[in-house]
């Protein structure tokens, strides 16, 4: 099972960027798929997740309204649209994969699956 991120780069304050995740196999195998973001210094955090079997969004409230998680199954990809995006967004964003759903969704550890991490830096 592999993850690939792509998407980041260097956008200026208020601009967008959409960040993909191309699964290895059909997103059909993972109820749980989300997005972490690590920033210099500091712990990995949630950011987003989307739960399959039910098709809902869970967000962090410091992206809540700016970001977007979907999903495409023909291409076994997962997308984070982002939008007004801030300098305090930079960090290097990672995509995860959970076979089940587990309600402490936002905890890094109860994540199997990730991708190798692509970078967002946010300039003021």
């Known amino acids: 099972v592999q993850l690939q991120a792509s998407g980041g780069g260097v956008v200026q304050a208020g601009e967008s960027l959409r960040l993909s995740c191309a699964a290895s196999e059909g997103t059909f195998s993972y109820d749980a798929m989300g997005w972490f973001r690590q920033a210099p210094g500091k712990e990995r955090e949630f950011v987003a997740a989307f739960r399959r079997s039910l098709n809902r969004e869970y967000y962090a409230d410091s992206v809540k309204g700016r970001f977007t998680i979907s999903r495409d199954k023909a291409k076994n990809t997962v997308y984070l649209q982002m939008r007004n995006l801030k300098p305090e967004d930079t960090a290097v964003y990672y995509c995860?994969?959970?076979?089940?759903?587990?309600?402490?969704?936002?905890?890094?550890?109860?994540?199997?699956?990730w991708g190798q991490g692509t970078l967002v830096t946010v300039s003021s």
């Open positions: 995860t994969a959970r076979a089940r759903w587990n309600v402490d969704y936002t905890n890094v550890r109860h994540y199997d699956y």
